[in-house]
């Protein structure tokens, strides 16, 4: 079956440096997807990897290796507003979208 | 502005009573989905569409039912709604072979 881990749950201090873990098990690949959601709120788009490596976009950043189907998400320099969960999903060989449960993200002043 | 809208925002309602949540893009996306989400178990697809009169059931398509009859729109219904229907519901579209998804606002509906 086709499977998305990632930690239920992190905590991390205001200006400090965080790392979100991904790990997938999938049918095919075709990149794997970063999202933001603050509660009751819809996701929002972070980050797109396809190719093995980092991307970087301002204070967040997002690693994959394909060969190890592992991701991480890299948040810098924390504000409180980073407060929220982070989904990660996959898209399939059939171009399907296959979400992790999500981390809730705190923020601690 | 590129958008996803869906409506109601929040919907209370009784048991067994017919409701229909509306979603529309304006992107001209081949490919649309619905989600709902409870604590805990992150987003799961109820039903997606690849193309105008192209459904499929996603992970949890028990109790709903949709339809595609105009790219724009993907409504979703559920016929007799029941208390295990009480969640918070998330509409979405993309291009096919673009995973960036656009989300709805959300619906949150309780079902007493």
């Known amino acids: 079956g086709q499977n998305i881990d990632q930690p239920t749950e992190m905590t991390a201090t205001e200006g400090a440096i965080v790392q979100i873990n991904c790990t997938y098990q999938t049918s095919g690949f075709n990149g794997l997807f970063w999202y933001q959601q603050h509660a009751g709120e819809a996701p929002t788009f972070l980050s797109y990897?396809?190719l093995d490596g980092l991307e970087e976009k301002g204070r967040f950043s997002s690693f994959l290796s394909r060969s190890k189907g592992y991701s991480y998400l890299l948040l810098k320099e924390l504000q409180m507003k980073d407060s929220a969960s982070y989904l990660c999903?996959?898209?399939?060989?059939?171009?399907?979208?296959?979400w992790g449960a999500g981390t809730k993200l705190i923020i601690k002043p | 502005e590129a958008q996803v809208t869906q409506n109601p925002r929040y919907l209370i309602t009784v048991t067994g009573k017919k409701l229909t949540v509306t979603c529309s893009q304006n992107m001209n996306h081949e490919y649309m989905s619905w989600y709902r989400q409870d604590p805990g178990l992150g987003l799961r697809q109820i039903y997606y569409s690849m193309n105008v009169e192209v459904t499929d059931k996603g992970d949890v398509p028990e109790g709903y039912k949709v339809s595609r009859k105009e790219k724009r729109n993907f409504p979703l219904i559920l016929e007799s709604p029941s208390p295990n229907q009480t969640s918070l519901y998330f509409c979405?579209?993309?291009?096919?072979?673009?995973?960036?998804?656009?989300f709805g606002q959300g619906t949150r509906l309780t079902v007493v």
């Open positions: 990897n396809v």
């Open positions: 979405a579209s993309n291009h096919r072979e673009q995973g960036e998804a656009f």
């Open positions: 999903a996959v898209m399939d060989s059939n171009y399907q979208l296959i």
